[in-house]
């Protein structure tokens, strides 16, 4: 509760129930250790694979076929701001990111042009929501800009306003495959429109 913004900072915040569910699935024991205001440390141990095969590459894994794109990224964390940075730039397109709205709006004197995606974590710090973030850039670029809004939040309530916005919602974790098809997919949509 003292951690809404999901701050890595601050704790992963993941929960006895899913790390049960996690051994559960793996088939792994669980130890755990906790103290009173430190916190609790979940330790799971996973059997080292013997000689995995090589795999063929993949789809997701190719290089992608669309023009480069402008991309703006939302996230309060500096670590997934880089990370989306890097990913998207591998990809070829250019991409600006930012913590919050105000942040981005602070870029957005040197844009040239109207991005052509924006893709927002759905919980800001400060009780800011990607969909407010989303619908102020819209109407700063006086566009309909194609969204995508990330969460791994699974109140039902916010599931439902996530999904009643116009916004393609993707849960957390995100695969790269299924990331690229968002984004392929959004903008090819709204070139046809």
């Known amino acids: 509760m003292g951690n809404p913004e999901r701050d890595r900072a601050r ?3 993941l929960g ?3 790390v049960q569910r996690l051994t559960r699935i793996l088939h792994t024991p669980m130890q755990m250790r906790s103290h009173v205001g430190r916190g609790s440390v979940f ?5 080292l694979a ?6 063929e590459p993949s789809i997701e ?3 992608s076929h669309q023009p480069p794109l402008f991309i703006l990224v939302i996230d309060d964390e500096i670590a997934i701001q880089e990370a989306m940075a890097a990913l998207l730039s591998g990809w070829g397109h250019h991409v600006v990111t930012a913590g919050s709205c105000a ?8 844009f040239t042009s109207t991005p052509d995606l924006i893709i927002s ?3 800001l710090r400060d009780d800011e929501e990607g969909i407010t973030t989303i619908e102020r850039l819209r109407s ?3 566009s309909d800009i194609p969204a995508i809004l990330m969460t791994g939040d699974t109140a039902p309530d916010r599931i439902r306003q996530a999904t009643a916005s116009d916004c393609f919602l993707l849960h957390k974790p995100v695969s790269n495959g299924r990331l690229r098809a968002a984004i392929v997919n959004l903008t090819m949509a709204a070139k046809k429109s």
Request: glycine content about 8%; cysteine-free.
């Open 16 to 18: 006895l129930a899913i």
């Open 50 to 55: 013997a000689g995995a095969a090589e795999v």
């Open 11 to 13: 704790g992963l915040g």
């Open 43 to 47: 330790k799971v141990s996973v059997e």
């Open 103 to 110: 942040e981005m709006h602070d870029h957005a004197s040197d």
């Open 61 to 63: 894994a190719s290089p």
């Open 140 to 142: 700063e670029f006086n």
């Open 121 to 123: 974590d759905y919980r």
